[in-house]
């Protein structure tokens, strides 16, 4: 208990919603929005009423037309009920074709929305207010700031008198937060001698601004973007520095503190607000000392007394910006007010996001307490109210009983002070006692793993004199082998064959070769990041027997967004002409009913290092000779000339993560509210194709080193396929962790010997994959070990390492049945001849799914 008291709540989490993945239709083509809940200024015809104005349909006349001519001054609108508050990324809109008997469309048009219906915002539009150029084309419109709302109207704009009509489609994912509003004091400007100048400004704020004070509304600190370790350098295009932070100096407010207030939708339940603050704390920035919160369960009522108060911890080594968790101990509120205090010159936020259960439950309240024993009535006390103060009398004088309650009181606390010292000493004695078999750690020591021939001798550097005691001590578990393979060289994916698979002289054949670490340190993620045992291959050397999939035209590869990117290559979502086609009849591409086929393209900027190129041209190779129904397949490549591209498939419903958490399990409930929901079945079957996809490269000797339900993608038929994007991601960024600068690695899906030598094999994917099989029973609400630190996990790794009992497993999902948490928990084993294999997980998931 006294562990879990002392974790510090901090963790390198990304934002709680992520606009480049939330863009899932919100219901208006399929019908999930309902006509009543989209209605009308006004309407030309019954048949061109606002239930028509729905994208690609061509029910009544085609399209919601407002009545009569449209004038420059009119504000006729569109109006939709979203059902609830939701993030909204994306607008997709059409003019009225009318199976070609009609050409009227919207040219422009303003975006207005609401979260109650009442008081309406206009959405500021930084790139134009185009719409459509014909009435068939559909336009898509990514929202640059995204909004959160529940209600939206667009209102069409013409320059001259015309008749206007269209057709509508939303995108975006539910607003779970949900928060309405927040107030804060205005950002500031930072101007740094010898640095530019840094506007740290809310600058998408939508509320009102007066007196130098944010009110009433939403702005950058929940757009889904979180900035980066350097707060100059920002990820949107034609900015300033500072962009993607709010900032504010300290002493400028008067007060040591900046007090923010939050507003919801409803009374919940909170159980923890995440920060991202940022760190960069050789300029004078730093996350937050400590953090007050005061709780209303009503607007019109008073702060409650008794705040939540959380101190963190601060970190001088590492500049990474991060988000802070801060406890809040499920209190009910509509409100809070949180007082973060400054730990040094700036504080800088770029996003905050909550968490908290739908479900109020009553705040407890400390119980009356009697006498142990019954009273006569002569005896018991009186109460005199006199104004506001209550006074105790006793009719009868003292029966001599009081002293002795006293002594009894006071020998109890005694007694537990003592229990609690000697808690307390046993546990140094204990932790001195462990620094004995540590200190032999920092020399040379011989590990012996699960087969009596595998002996690794390991050298650990000198470690430095400690500094200040704040520095932490997990980097000495770090202890790698000589031959140590960096997990960063792979950054997820396919690697290398099993080495405990092949013979010594086989391995060294097919050993690949070892990059510089400055490559190391670049390659993440995308674009060559994976290192497979094939020879090194160059452009010249890469012929058509090297790969089995064909030379795709570039020009039939039209971008519509990024889905992630690395420091050599981006991946992008692409349509690609004329695919089925080229591909001819077998091809594995979805039932598209006509529309464009949307693929995944891997590309290498033309800046990438030689070894970035040579991986590149490996991947290829590989993925080429991959074919299985449960692995992402590759397409086609686009290598005859630069920029290397590879073509893969797509999944509509993105990834499995993504997926689950934005579903609940289904019940009575889901279907009579239409919630988007799964059934335990469903997640049976999920498992049995993951474990299917993984007993394919199993067998071809393949390890992916970074499983996860993150690079599990998905169909629209449930169908899954592996791939390996995760690392490339913004939005899993929180999944990796960076060791002392060299490699990222997904430690909380990571089996110990991985993490403490460097050591992937077949069984660390299996350890990696009962991690996938949690996630996948707890809907993907959380991250595994969220109540640990990055540090905590891996110290946990060293407490199997030692075995003596004292390590952490993850919970047992409510979900999930008890004979799948016990397959989990063999995933888990501490030695590694004891997991399951691929097959055998296959062969005994395969009978669950009846269940």
Not at 65 to 85: E, I
């Amino acid at each position: 208990m006294l562990f879990y008291l002392l974790l510090v709540f901090q963790a390198n989490a990304n934002a709680q919603i992520d606009p480049a993945h939330c863009r899932y239709p919100l219901g208006m083509e399929d019908g999930r929005i309902q006509d009543h809940a989209i209605t009308a200024s006004s309407q030309w015809y019954e048949t061109t009423g606002p239930q028509y104005a729905r994208l690609n349909r061509e029910e009544g006349d085609g399209a919601w037309c407002p009545a009569g001519l449209l004038q420059p001054s009119d504000t006729q609108y569109l109006q939709v009920d979203l059902g609830q508050l939701t993030f909204l990324t994306v607008v997709g809109t059409q003019g009225r074709y009318a199976r070609n008997s009609g050409k009227e469309f919207a040219r422009m048009y303003r975006l207005n929305y609401s979260h109650d219906g009442q008081l309406w915002r206009s959405w500021k539009n930084r790139l134009g207010n185009k719409a459509n150029d014909n009435a068939y084309v559909s336009v898509i419109k990514d929202l640059h700031p995204p909004i959160i709302s529940r209600y939206v109207r667009l209102i069409p704009v013409t320059k001259m008198p015309t008749t206007v009509c269209m057709r509508l489609e939303l995108y975006g994912c539910p607003w779970h937060d949900g928060l309405t509003s927040y107030s804060s004091p205005e950002g500031q400007l930072m101007m740094p001698p010898g640095y530019p100048i840094a506007s740290l400004n809310d600058s998408t704020y939508d509320g009102a601004h007066e007196r130098r004070k944010l009110s009433g509304g939403l702005g950058q600190l929940t757009d889904g973007v979180i900035g980066q370790d350097d707060f100059l350098v920002t990820r949107q295009y034609h900015v300033w520095p500072g962009y993607d932070y709010v900032g504010w100096r300290n002493g400028s407010l008067g007060s040591g503190y900046v007090e923010m207030e939050f507003v919801f939708d409803k009374q919940r339940n909170f159980t923890s607000m995440k920060v991202h603050s940022n760190n960069m704390f050789y300029r004078g920035v730093k996350i937050f000392s400590s953090v007050s919160c005061s709780f209303k369960p009503r607007l019109i009522a008073t702060w409650e007394a008794e705040p939540v108060e959380f101190r963190t911890v601060l970190d001088d080594r590492n500049p990474s910006a991060r988000y802070v968790t801060v406890p809040l101990g499920r209190r009910n509120a509509k409100a809070l007010r949180c007082r973060f205090h400054f730990a040094d010159v700036w504080m800088m936020f770029s996003e905050i996001s909550f968490q908290s259960a739908d479900t109020v439950i009553p705040t407890q309240i400390t119980p009356v307490v009697t006498s142990p024993w019954p009273m006569e009535e002569s005896s018991m006390p009186t109460t005199h109210k006199t104004g506001n103060l209550s006074t105790l009398s006793k009719d009868q004088p003292d029966d001599g009983n009081t002293p002795i309650l006293i002594g009894c009181l006071v020998t109890i606390i005694l007694l537990l002070v003592v229990i609690i010292f000697l808690i307390l000493w046993c546990q140094y004695v204990c932790k001195v006692l462990e620094k004995a078999p540590r200190r032999i750690l920092e020399e040379e020591v011989t590990v012996r793993l699960s087969s009596s021939s595998d002996t690794i001798i390991l050298q650990t550097p000198p470690v430095p004199p400690r500094v200040s005691q704040m520095d932490h001590p997990y980097e000495r578990v770090f202890l790698l082998d000589p031959q140590y393979q960096d997990p960063a060289a792979c950054g997820g994916g396919y690697a290398e064959p099993d080495v405990t698979q092949c013979t010594p002289h086989q391995c060294f054949q097919s050993s690949v070769p070892h990059y510089a670490e400055t490559d190391i340190v670049s390659l993440q993620g995308v674009t060559g990041s994976n290192m497979y045992a094939v020879p090194a291959l160059t452009v010249d050397s890469l012929t058509r027997k090297d790969i089995s999939v064909a030379e795709f035209p570039r020009h039939r590869l039209l971008f519509r967004e990024k889905l992630g990117e690395g420091q050599f290559g981006e991946v992008h979502l692409c349509e690609a002409e004329g695919l089925p086609e080229f591909l001819g009849e077998g091809a594995p591409l979805p039932d598209r009913d006509g529309r464009p086929v949307l693929v995944a393209v891997k590309q290498l900027r033309a800046d990438a290092t030689n070894n970035a190129r040579n991986d590149f041209l490996k991947e290829i190779k590989i993925m080429s000779r991959l074919n299985d129904p449960n692995i992402i397949q590759l397409l086609c490549v686009c290598v005859s000339s630069d920029p290397l591209c590879m073509v893969t498939e797509y999944m509509d419903n993105g990834d499995l993560n993504m997926f689950l958490s934005q579903r609940e399990m289904e019940s009575t409930l889901t279907h009579a509210n239409n919630i988007p929901a799964v059934s335990l079945s469903d997640l049976l079957h999920m498992s049995v194709q993951i474990s299917s996809g993984m007993r394919y490269l199993a067998s071809l000797n393949f390890v992916h080193r970074d499983l996860a339900t993150r690079n599990c993608l998905l169909d629209r038929r449930l169908t899954i396929k592996i791939a390996d994007f995760g690392m490339s991601r913004n939005l899993y960024s929180s999944d990796y962790y960076r060791i002392q600068g060299r490699a990222v690695l997904p430690i909380r899906w990571m089996a110990w010997e991985s993490i403490l030598l460097g050591k992937f094999t077949t069984a660390s994917d299996v350890w990696a994959f009962g991690v996938t099989l949690w996630e996948i029973f707890t809907l993907c609400k959380e991250q595994p070990y969220s109540l640990l630190s990055d540090e905590q996990v891996i110290e946990n790794t060293g407490e199997f390492f030692r075995n003596q009992g004292r390590q952490i497993f993850l919970f047992a999902p409510l979900l999930c049945p008890p004979s799948l948490f016990e397959l989990m928990m063999r995933c888990w084993d501490r030695d590694i001849a004891d997991r399951p294999t691929f097959e055998g997980l296959y062969q005994a998931l395969r009978p669950h799914r009846s269940i």
